[in-house]
């Protein structure tokens, strides 16, 4: 019982990770940004910016760590 729910929530957490990391800004353009000009390769981020940081490395953690614990067996 406890396998199956920790399982879901693995499974939920890795659906909200690929959603987090998609909602990310892009750093850079990329090929396209060799030829642009006047654009700031340094921009400072926002407090939305950190928020998003700090789900998405929270989200990691949780999917990471119930990937360890799912695969090691130590709740059979």
């Known amino acids: 019982m406890l396998i199956s729910i ?3 929530i693995w499974i939920a957490s890795g659906l909200i990770l690929m959603l987090l990391v ?6 850079g353009d990329g090929m ?3 030829a642009a000009s006047g654009s ?3 921009s400072s981020a926002s407090s939305a910016e ?3 940081n700090k789900a ?3 989200t990691l953690s949780i999917f990471l760590g119930l990937a360890v ?3 090691a067996g ?3």
Do not use: Y
């Open 50 to 52: 950190a928020t998003l």
């Open 32 to 34: 396209g940004g060799l």
């Open 40 to 42: 700031s390769m340094f």
């Open 74 to 76: 130590w709740l059979v």
């Open 69 to 71: 614990i799912l695969s």
């Open 6 to 8: 920790l399982s879901w």
């Open 56 to 58: 998405t490395w929270l």
């Open 22 to 27: 998609l909602l990310h800004s892009p750093k």
